[in-house]
């Protein structure tokens, strides 16, 4: 043989070996990312996701409707520039199933009935999953494990999306809480944005990260008509969450875990540079001097988003998670954490400039990570028309007033605890609520019509958004600890916040709640080393009127940290109503 045919050999095999270690060795898998920095942004139009009906009208009069939505995997486009992802859509078919998926638009007091389809026949998962955590997995080891959770919705817990009521596809599999095919949404609540998403056991992050989630409204016109806020075409809904991908266009999650030795798998957070609204990546949307309405959804695993105008332009807020506001709140930036929504007005008559770019400034993890950077502090961009315009929407003066939370009312005051375990490496293993798995008895009974105060002790870094099922709840106040180690030392052993004194510690600075968040929420942001007080009601807000519905009921419901990493290993626990 030549010697210039060996060598060549020799070249082609190491290229060949460079090759599959790029592809497949996962200490080098970062170097198939896509270069964000090569992609142009803001020349993708800012999609307008499809909607859905959920009622009908017969003869002028609504009635409540039954119909079907699918889940599918299929390819998406997130970018101009970007190869075609594969991705698990929600649709009425596979042809129209978008990332996000259609928004569901409710009317309050009709029924919605939806029969969610595990459409999705593959037996490997698209992106990596961890088997050491507690997880969904189907008996037969074929299908993907889904399960649809209402965020925000007031509803019976059979149809409240537990995470062990999984199917995969036609209910071939089922998990060992799985009661029924057709979900029910009473939409009986005060009208206000919710949304839809992916809630099986251990595999909820990878399985939003696949595109499984999207955006539900419940209106009251006899309500909210009279506000005369932005509608129709200039009331819009932004689903925002961030994404890395592969040169090939795939989702880009870290297949190696922090603890490889104990989770292969499993990251405490996952963060990707490309931000993404309405399922493209840094959009833009071409809008007129006038009022605009945007109720946007953090969508994320775990990135938080403080919002803000490059312009100067002002955030009106007009509600906040799934409850208007009674007033209106001025402010310039928005801190939202990952689930939570922020409902918005935006005068772009008001603008000096003929475009304004939605930024972000908040770093990650929050609050004490990296700052953001070229890529992640960019999210959409607005084009705004030269010539103004009449304009006869408005933002009132009073918007939507529900009961003052009354502390005489509460019925139990209780302590939960937010521990974070860690390696003889130092990187985290798991966390808990309250010291304890999942998988324990529930130690939350709270009574159907009774109002509680949650004193929530956030003993980590981090900051956690709190999510509750079923119960709204009115933040009261932050106060910092003091002599952290000591208390955190105490509760390690006892994990009793009595026993070991909490009004002790619980004395260092208050953060004061912002204007725009004191209202009923269903998610806060739970600050490190501090202890935030929440009242929970499990009632309406908008009226005295019982639930429709058995609270009671088999499975119940959860509460859990909505950082998506965190509550899959095991960030949540049961909460069960009684009488």
């Not at 129209?96 to 593959?122: D, K």
Request: aromatic share 10%; glycine share 6%.
């Amino acid at each position: 043989m030549q010697p210039e045919m060996v060598s060549m050999q020799i070249i082609l095999l190491a290229s060949a070996l460079l090759v599959f270690g790029v592809f497949m060795n996962s200490s080098s898998a970062e170097d198939k990312l896509v270069n964000l920095t090569r992609l142009q942004m803001f020349v993708d139009d800012l999609p307008d996701m499809p909607r859905i009906q959920g009622f009908e009208v017969v003869n002028g009069v609504p009635k409540p409707r039954s119909f079907k939505i699918g889940m599918y995997e299929k390819k998406w486009k997130f970018h101009r520039d970007l190869p075609a992802s594969t991705v698990y859509a929600f649709g009425t078919s596979k042809r129209t199933a978008t990332v996000p998926g259609p928004t569901i638009e409710a009317l309050h007091g009709i029924s919605s009935f939806i029969r969610w389809q595990n459409n999705i026949h593959s037996t490997k998962h698209i992106l990596p999953w961890d088997p050491t955590i507690p997880t969904a997995v189907a008996s037969t080891k074929k299908g993907i494990p889904t399960v649809v959770h209402l965020h925000g919705a007031i509803g019976e817990p059979e149809s409240d999306g537990n995470a062990n009521a999984w199917f995969t596809k036609k209910f071939e599999d089922r998990g060992p809480t799985w009661s029924k095919k057709t979900y029910r949404y009473i939409n009986q609540q005060q009208p206000g944005n919710l949304w839809y998403h992916d809630h099986a056991m251990g595999l909820t992050r990878v399985n939003l990260l696949a595109g499984l989630l999207g955006a539900y409204i419940i209106r009251n016109p006899d309500v909210e008509g009279p506000l005369g806020l932005p509608h129709g075409e200039f009331d819009r809904t932004l689903v925002v969450f961030d994404r890395a991908f592969s040169t090939d266009g795939s989702i880009y999650m870290d297949p190696t875990g922090n603890n490889p030795s104990i989770h292969p798998q499993w990251q405490p957070e996952y963060f990707g540079d490309a931000i993404i609204v309405n399922g493209k990546a840094w959009p833009k949307l071409t809008v007129r001097r006038r009022k605009y309405r945007f109720r946007i959804i953090n969508a994320s695993n775990a990135r938080f988003f403080k919002f803000f105008f490059t312009n100067g332009l002002r955030f009106i807020h007009v509600g906040a998670d799934s409850a208007y506001l009674g007033k209106p709140v001025a402010s310039r930036d928005i801190l939202v954490g990952p689930s939570e929504i922020t409902d918005v007005v935006v005068d772009f008559s008001e603008s000096k400039t003929n475009n304004a770019i939605l930024a972000n400034d908040a770093a990650y993890p929050y609050p004490s990570g990296d700052p953001v950077n070229e890529a992640n502090s960019k999210v959409m961009k607005f084009w705004i028309l030269g010539h103004s315009e009449v304009d006869t929407s408005r933002v009132p003066e009073k918007l939507i007033h529900y009961p003052a939370p009354e502390l005489s009312s509460a019925s139990q005051t209780r302590y939960i605890a937010m521990y974070e375990y860690t390696s003889d490496i130092d990187e985290p293993t798991h966390l808990y609520l309250n010291a304890k798995p999942y998988e324990a008895p529930a130690t939350e009974t709270p009574k159907a019509g009774t109002t509680e105060i949650w004193n929530v002790i956030n003993l980590t870094e981090d900051n956690h958004p709190l999510h509750i099922h079923l119960g709204l709840f009115v933040v009261l106040d932050q106060t910092d600890l003091v002599k952290v180690e000591e208390f955190k030392d105490c509760m390690t052993k006892l994990n009793d916040a009595v026993k070991c004194q909490i009004s002790k510690y619980a004395r260092g600075n208050k953060t004061e709640v912002p204007a725009h968040e004191k209202g009923w929420k269903n998610v806060f942001k739970m600050r490190p080393s501090a202890v935030t007080k929440i009242l929970v009601r499990f009632a309406y807000i908008h009226s005295n009127a019982s639930y429709e519905f058995d609270p009671t009921a088999e499975p119940g419901y959860v509460y859990h940290c909505h950082i998506l990493d965190h509550e899959d290993n095991a960030m949540m626990r049961p909460l069960k109503i009684i009488r």
